[in-house]
């Protein structure tokens, strides 16, 4: 009878890497965005070459409230900090920090809407007259439903990290690039719409 020889065992492999479907699929959708806004943005930039080419001024008839869109740009820009800080909080596993970051980051995202729903009464532009209207709904009001569905992508954040799942990261990491594309965006649509008159 033969005596059975030693097995010989190998080491466990290494655990696979995460795969970030989330944050990829965020990067995706913000590279997506991103070509609308800057199309959108040409197009403005287009018919207003050719009314200031005629002579005539860009917007002809309306007052744009410059205070209202300087605290835009200052709330959105703020809420990337926020968001950041609930990206730190979750990596050391702080609870009550990642809520309070995320929910002041749907508070300002909240402010936002209530700035650009304020620039909607007080600009008062009529949509169908002519295609300044028509194109300046278009432009802030695409801006207006990224920082909405940011909002639901806050929310969805805060329920999957502060429900039990606060080591999966991820998901506030890609809630984060999600607000440093709108912020970007919101950054040159900001200086197009605006500012340049």
């Not at 806004?37 to 917007?59: H, K, Q, S």
């Not at 992508?153 to 999600?178: C, D």
């Not at 594309?181 to 040159?188: E, I, L, Q, V």
Request: hydrophobic fraction near 55%; aromatic fraction near 12%; glycine fraction near 6%.
């Amino acid at each position: 009878m033969t005596t059975p020889s030693a097995t010989v065992a190998l080491p466990a492999a290494a655990p696979p890497a995460p795969r970030r479907q989330l944050f990829v699929a965020t990067a995706l959708a913000c590279v997506a965005a991103s070509t609308l806004v800057g199309g959108m943005l040409a197009i403005w930039v287009l018919l207003r070459e050719r009314v200031v080419d005629a002579g005539e001024r860009f917007p002809v008839d309306y007052i744009i409230p410059e205070v209202a869109s300087n605290v835009m740009l200052m709330t959105i820009w703020a809420l990337c900090l926020f968001a950041q800080w609930a990206v730190y909080s979750g990596n050391r596993g702080d609870r009550a920090h990642t809520g309070l970051a995320l929910a002041v980051t749907g508070i300002l995202a909240i402010a936002y809407i209530n700035a650009q729903a304020f620039v909607y009464v007080d600009m008062a532009v009529p949509i169908r007259d002519d295609y300044y209207g028509a194109l300046f709904y278009a432009m802030t009001g695409t801006m207006t439903a990224l920082v909405i569905a940011g909002l639901v992508y806050t929310t969805v954040a805060a329920f999957r990290a502060l429900g039990g799942r606060l080591q999966e990261t991820e998901i506030l990491s890609a809630h984060a690039l999600y607000w440093y594309f709108a912020a970007t965006a919101y950054s040159a649509v900001w200086f197009v719409v605006y500012v340049t008159k």
